[in-house]
């Protein structure tokens, strides 16, 4: 009996320890959003003058903004991006009001990423491609908080420095967004200050599709912690998005605005907490599928989930007892 006590009372301690840690660790981060440790700065390598840095509460001056976060991404980096600029300026040739950036943020990178991403600026100019350098390794949510809070765009898009997305499925995304932009905005399509940029719309890129074809071929022990994780994403920021995860997703300026202004996780579930964010402001989110292909040299693994199940639990109780303020100023 002494020995059942003794068990129950350090289960009980246990338990209380690591409530405590957890209510501590989501007070430390509680203003994780009102600051950017690192300056954005962009340099002009042709000139090394630096170029003047814009905000996204100012008005839009690119139809639209690409931003890139790069750890590590040496090797993979540049045919996704020469594949991305070909586009472009495809795009662009076939129509002057098409304006664009690409913003990639070199986020601790410890490899060549940082030449390879400034060759490409001195081959497209400082006005096309942009590279902030945090540094330090932050996390890919920190890299894109960065690259969205200093992009031009109407339209921003995030996506993964590998290529695994078709770049052409940006258009699903945008003539998503404009359907959604024009029924929230502007009904009657009469208004000429109308702007796409001054409505709030998110759209996911999905891999759900893919989901059946995976479940077949994933180990099944990979296939029980991937359900799990779905499981707490679900509790953490309740249902509606299949695919949470998958780098590929476009917001409109004004949605930009209220969400990255707001943004505390840093690393493997801001995906999730942008689900949240965009409930709790009312932004109409969908979820559009995407062509997706598996590159070689993932960074993710097994060993990430405990990490996503942390993070899900501190924006969980940061937010449902008060701790992570919504501002609502922008």
């Given at each position: 009996?002494?020995?059942l006590?003794?068990?129950?009372?350090?289960?009980?301690?246990l338990?209380?320890?690591?409530?405590?840690?957890?209510f501590f660790?989501?007070?430390?981060?509680?203003?994780?959003?009102?600051?950017?440790?690192?300056?954005?700065?962009?340099?002009d390598?042709?000139s090394?003058?630096?170029?003047?840095?814009?905000?996204?509460?100012?008005?839009?001056?690119?139809?639209?903004?690409?931003?890139?976060?790069?750890?590590n991404?040496?090797?993979?980096l540049?045919?996704?991006?020469?594949?991305t600029?070909?586009?472009?300026?495809?795009?662009?040739?076939?129509?002057?009001s098409?304006?664009?950036?690409v913003?990639?943020?070199?986020?601790?990178s410890?490899?060549?990423?940082?030449?390879?991403?400034?060759?490409?600026?001195?081959?497209?100019?400082?006005?096309?491609?942009?590279?902030?350098?945090?540094?330090r390794?932050?996390?890919k949510?920190e890299?894109?908080?960065?690259?969205?809070?200093?992009?031009?765009?109407?339209?921003?898009?995030m996506?993964?420095a590998?290529?695994?997305?078709?770049i052409?499925?940006?258009?699903?995304?945008?003539?998503?967004i404009?359907?959604?932009?024009?029924?929230d905005?502007?009904?009657?399509?009469?208004?000429?200050?109308?702007?796409?940029?001054?409505?709030?719309?998110?759209?996911?890129?999905?891999?759900?599709?893919?989901?059946?074809?995976?479940?077949?071929?994933?180990k099944w022990?990979?296939?029980?912690?991937?359900?799990?994780?779905h499981l707490?994403?679900?509790?953490?920021?309740?249902?509606?998005?299949?695919?949470?995860?998958?780098?590929?997703?476009?917001?409109?300026?004004?949605?930009?605005?209220?969400?990255?202004?707001?943004?505390?996780?840093?690393r493997?579930?801001f995906?999730?907490?942008?689900v949240?964010?965009?409930?709790?402001?009312?932004i109409?989110?969908?979820?559009?599928?995407v062509?997706?292909?598996?590159?070689?040299?993932?960074?993710?693994?097994?060993?990430s989930?405990p990490?996503?199940?942390?993070?899900?639990?501190?924006?969980?109780?940061g937010?449902?007892i008060?701790?992570?303020?919504?501002?609502?100023?922008?």
């Open positions: 009996m002494e020995l006590c003794l068990i129950v009372t350090l289960a009980v301690i338990v209380l320890g690591f409530v405590f840690v957890i660790e989501a007070y430390r981060r509680r203003n994780n959003h009102q600051h950017i440790e690192v300056p954005a700065i962009f340099e390598p042709n090394l003058k630096q170029v003047p840095c814009p905000h996204v509460v100012d008005p839009a001056s690119k139809y639209i903004s690409l931003i890139i976060p790069a750890f991404e040496e090797h993979r540049p045919s996704a991006l020469e594949e600029m070909i586009y472009l300026q495809h795009r662009a040739s076939k129509d002057p098409f304006s664009y950036e913003v990639i943020i070199d986020d601790g410890v490899d060549g990423t940082k030449r390879v991403a400034f060759e490409f600026v001195r081959k497209y100019t400082v006005d096309k491609v942009r590279v902030i350098l945090l540094g390794n932050h996390g949510g890299a894109i908080r960065k690259g969205m809070l200093h992009s031009r765009g109407e339209l921003l898009l996506l993964d590998d290529g695994a997305t078709k052409t499925d940006l258009e699903k995304l945008e003539n998503q404009r359907a959604v932009a024009k029924k905005g502007d009904s009657s399509g009469s208004d000429p200050s109308f702007r796409i940029s001054d409505t709030p719309v998110v759209v996911f890129g999905s891999r759900a599709h893919l989901e059946e074809k995976a479940l077949a071929t994933r022990y990979r296939n029980f912690l991937m359900k799990g994780f707490v994403v679900l509790l953490a920021a309740g249902p509606g998005i299949r695919d949470t995860q998958c780098g590929f997703k476009m917001f409109t300026r004004a949605a930009a605005r209220k969400l990255f202004s707001n943004v505390r996780l840093k493997w579930c995906d999730v907490e942008l949240f964010l965009c409930k709790w402001f009312q109409p989110i969908s979820e559009i599928s062509i997706w292909s598996e590159i070689p040299g993932s960074k993710v693994n097994l060993l989930i990490n996503m199940v942390w993070e899900l639990l501190l924006m969980s109780v937010y449902r008060g701790i992570w303020r919504i501002s609502n100023s922008t």
